[in-house]
């Protein structure tokens, strides 16, 4: 946690109609914004700004220029990387605070979703059901599998929960630096070499930040096993896509994937017929668990602040 400066500005811009938010501290002045081209009030008064959600990079920072007394800005994303860049820029202990905890759920259902539907070939399924042709066979369980979780933080815990009871045969852990937690080690990135020849499945759950951009690299794909599902339900960018299209091409890797790069992914791009992969529209948060919880993460903080308490989910302070 860490402590909300002081500012003279008490207005927040919230994403969400404040009367839809039950608790909210009434010491504080509320307008509504969800990236329309109108500002609801003088950005220079807004003290807590809470980002349009998916609305893209330049509807993100568009009012932070001119938000001079700024005290806080948080998104109702996990990740930070369409806001981060602005940061140096804002004033002067300003925080910046994620939704941790928001998409743990929906996100790691996702991602135990395509790992599944990919290693039963669901995709295929579908397409033989529209042709009305049965095509029985024999296809892969997850049960017995070894899968590395690459990025485990609160979502990649998440997504460990949810592999247990498939009876997989070993979770592998990787996040920014090691530790241990209840099941077991977390590796360090570095160990990632030794550790994706082991592995039938890599789920990547990494935010995208400058170490992790192009994370799964031509070297990076090169030590997975033949055969192995690449699931990417993190950023488009932690993947370099030309690596991956050179190894879903030859037909070696396999992949499932919420999140391209670019995105969202032009008609027309290879990787939307590339072999042995199945695609979803960034659709890892989108659900209907994201607005009751994000309704309780802002009212959790906006009270914390109204009090002057530290908030929480801070992840970046401006200076």
Excluded at 118 to 140: I, K, N, T
Excluded at 256 to 278: F, I, K, M, R
Aim: charged share 20%; proline share 8%; hydrophobic share 45%.
């Amino acid at each position: 946690m860490a402590s909300s400066p002081t500012t003279t500005a008490t207005d927040v811009w919230l994403p969400i109609p404040p009367a839809q938010i039950d608790g909210l501290p009434d010491t504080l002045t509320y307008h509504f914004w969800d990236g329309d081209e109108e500002f609801p009030a003088d950005p220079a008064d807004c003290g807590f700004y809470v980002v349009p959600y998916m609305k893209g990079k330049a509807v993100s920072v568009r009012p932070l220029p001119q938000m001079t007394g700024l005290s806080v800005v948080q998104t109702l994303t996990a990740g930070i990387d369409h806001v981060v860049d602005a940061v140096p820029d804002l004033p002067a202990g300003t925080l910046l605070c994620n939704a941790k905890g928001v998409h743990d759920a929906s996100t790691a259902e996702l991602a135990l979703a395509l790992t599944l539907a990919a290693l039963r070939e669901l995709p295929r399924f579908v397409r033989a059901q529209d042709a009305e042709e049965w095509q029985p066979g024999v296809h892969e369980a997850l049960a017995d599998k070894a899968v590395l979780i690459v990025g485990h933080g609160a979502i990649g815990a998440a997504v460990e929960e949810r592999l247990v009871p498939f009876e997989v045969a070993e979770v592998l852990r990787v996040a920014r630096s090691a530790r241990s937690v209840a099941r077991g080690p977390v590796h360090a990135l570095g160990s990632l070499p030794e550790l994706l020849p082991q592995a039938d499945v890599v789920i990547l759950c990494t935010p995208l930040t400058d170490e992790t951009r192009g994370l799964a690299d031509a070297g990076f794909l090169s030590r997975m096993k033949d055969g192995a599902l690449l699931v990417n339900v993190a950023r488009g960018g932690v993947v370099d896509t030309d690596s991956l299209l050179a190894e879903l091409s030859s037909g070696r890797l396999r992949a499932a994937l919420d999140v391209t790069d670019p995105e969202p992914l032009p008609a027309g791009h290879p990787l939307w017929h590339a072999s042995n992969t199945l695609i979803t529209p960034h659709v890892g948060g989108p659900t209907s668990a994201f607005l009751p919880r994000a309704k309780r993460l802002l009212s959790s903080q906006l009270n914390l602040w109204a009090a002057g308490e530290p908030l929480e989910h801070t992840v970046a302070v401006a200076g």
